[in-house]
Structures are given as structure tokens and as C-alpha cells.
């Protein structure tokens, strides 16, 4: 499966074993979503389960949070991550707080699906990743899928979660891998071992990280798309290190973290939000407090640029193989 085809399957698999799981957003119900994340839900379940919104992010986000309040467990769908700006009052205020203002009477099983990032020639207003701004918001999860097996169990995991969960999509990543190099024939998902998706039930729980290459040499941290890209750039180099996806933020397995970064002594962050603020400072600083008498090195990030994104300098902000393989041979020669 593609990672469009393992989300859809997550959603149609929840819809089915659950009729409190509903679908909402701009174009989700005929046309079946902007990038076909939702195509044939509301064939199958009908324009009670799976139906369109007006072009209203707030209203979406505000109207979804009635919905979870009531009973029901919404997935709403905000087109890009650019898009979610308008609902961030209601997200904040309003779903992160509902199991605390209410002593846990009334909880907020929401799960908001954002398509986020850059590659895909989106410009300033379709390639933003706004990751931090949720992981600083206490009361909300944030969850980031980095392939077609690990999409559907999370989103699963997220739907089945009692709190409201932020589902970013890295839209690099939904038709197959990429590694960083874009003047290079795009990839597919075909063959690759995490397209194997069970068409059925399962989960992958939240909070979980996981190692996609062991290593001694070094630990690199990333998510979304920044995993195949990290993954190339090790294989290039023929440095043993150690990737691990952290797959959510909040919760974050800090203790796979540790362990990885007390045995490498060296550790790479790599994401593709901007510098300042970004959840890569809060990856250093964890690093940093835990692990400061095994590192062999200063702790690196590469990250994208304090800017806003720039669509004709795309490349140049992406956090590409040149920029990741430099940062690789400064640590490594420390």
C-alpha cells in the first residue's frame, strides 16, 4: 500500500468496527479529499459519517470538538497544515482542555489529520510544518507517521485514543520514500518492506519510537520525511549509525532516545520545521540533561531556515543530503 492507501484503510477499517467514527472536512465526502485520503468513505458510509464542511477551518475544528464532547469520535481533515492556522484557538483553548476543565467528565477522542511539510513544490502556503506549536500545547498529542505501515496503525492508535491527537502526514512521503534528491525519478512504495500493510486491524501504539537502523557511531532523531532522507544520507557516508524515527512527539519514548544516545555518544537531530523554537531544541535540551557525561560531541540539528518557506529556494531550505552528510563528518570528527 501507498501511505494513501493505509490511511484510507485505517479509516474504513474504524468506520466500520465503530459508528461513533466520523469524517468531516473540505472535500472529503464526493470528491474524496485533496489527496484521496478519504476516497469512497462516503459511498461506503453514507453522508451522515463522511460529508463535506464549508470552507472554514475554525468552524471545522469547533464543530468536531461539539461532536467528541457529545460522544462521537471525529477525524476531521484539514487540507495542509498552512490551512490550520484559524482553528488553533479552538484546539488550544478549547480540545486541550476539555478532560481538565471538566475533571475528566467529559473527554475529547478528536483526531485532526494535517498533510504537512515541504518537496512537493507546495510554496510558502502548502509546506509548512508546524509541529512545535502543538508539542508545546499541554492536554494534545502529536503524531508523525513516516511510512505506509506505520500511518495506519498510529492513525488507528490515535482514533482510538481518548484525548485529542494532532495526525501530521508528511505529503512527501504519500506515494512513496524520498530520500532527499529531487532531481533524481521519484520512488514508489512498491517493494519497500513497510508498504506491507495488513488490510485489516491493528494498531501501533503512541508514544512508541522506533530503530530503523541499529548502530555504534552515532544516534540521528528524526520524523516524516527526514527518516529516508537521514537513512540515505548514513548509507552514503558508511557510518554506522543508529536512526531512530520517533513516530510521536508527544508522547515522546524518551528512554529509546537515551539509550541510543548513551551508547552512540553522538547525536543528530534532523527536521524539517524552522530552527528557532523548533522541537528539535526541545530534542537537544532532553538529550543534553540526560546524557551530558557520554557525549563524545556537541549535540548537532539540521533543520529548515528561520524563514518563512520559500518556494523558488525550495531545495536550499529542505534539509537535504548535503546539509545532513556535512553535519555527519563534523560530529564524527570530533
Known sequence: MSMIQALNSALDVMMARDDRVVVLGEDVGYFGGVFRVTAGLQTKFGKQRCFDTPITECGIIGAAIGMAAYGLRPVPEI?????????????????????????????????????????????????????SLFTHVTGIKTVIPSNPHDAKGLLIAAMEDNDPVIFMEPKRCYNGPFDG????????????????????????????????????????????????????VI?????????????????????????????????????????????????????????????????????????PYPHSLEWSYFPGPIRIGEALDRLMRE
Open 235 to 307: 548509507d552514503e557516508h558508511g557510518i554506522d549509525g543508529e536512526l531512530i524515527d520517533l513516530r510521536s512527539l508527544v508522547p515522546l519514548d524518551i528512554a529509546t532516545i537515551e539509550a541510543s544516545v548513551r551508547k552512540t555518544g553522538r547525536c543528530l537531530i534532523v527536521h524539517e520545521a524552522t530552527r528557532t523554537s523548533g522541537f528539535g531544541a526541545e530534542l537537544s535540551a532532553l538529550v543534553q540533561e540526560r546524557c551530558f557525561y557520554h557525549l563524545e560531541a556537541p549535540i548537532e540539528r539540521v533543520t529548515g531556515f528561520d524563514t
Open 79 to 131: 487540507q495542509f497544515a498552512d490551512y490550520i492556522y484559524p482553528g488553533l484557538d479552538q484546539i488550544i483553548s478549547e480540545a486541550a482542555r476539555i478532560r481538565y476543565r471538566s475533571a475528566a467528565d467529559f473527554i475529547c477522542p478528536l483526531t485532526i489529520r494535517v498533510p504537512f511539510g515541504g518537496g512537493i513544490f507546495g510554496g510558502q502556503t502548502h509546506s509548512q510544518s508546524p509541529e
Open 181 to 232: 534528491y529531487y532531481d533524481r525519478p521519484a520512488k514508489s512504495w512498491a517493494d519497500h518492506p513497510d508498504a506491507d500493510v495488513d488490510e485489516g486491524y491493528f494498531r501501533v501504539p503512541l508514544g512508541q519510537a522506533r530503530i530503523v537502523r541499529e548502530g555504534g557511531d552515532l544516534t540521528i532523531l528524526a520524523y516524516g520525511t527526514m527518516v529516508h532522507v537521514a537513512h540515505k
